[in-house]
């Protein structure tokens, strides 16, 4: 199914079940992790351009 989100809507958070598949057929999309448990200070560490998947199948 499609889903559309938002400008800065969090699609995924790190340590989230992994239940989804996600391909991104248009947008930019940013990729952050952190070190801390409460995800307090993220770090971003790639993105996404126009193209791409992520999630678990």
């Given amino acids: 199914w499609e ?4 400008q800065d809507e969090v699609i995924i ?7 989804n598949f996600y391909v ?3 947008g930019n999309y940013d990729i952050y992790v952190s ?8 770090s971003k560490v790639g993105e996404y351009i126009q ?7």
């Fill in 35 to 42: 070190k801390e448990a409460d995800f307090s200070h993220p």
């Fill in 3 to 6: 889903k559309t989100v938002q």
């Fill in 51 to 57: 193209a791409g998947s992520f999630g678990e199948l």
């Fill in 13 to 19: 958070r790190q340590g989230d079940d992994g239940d």
């Fill in 24 to 26: 991104i057929d248009n």
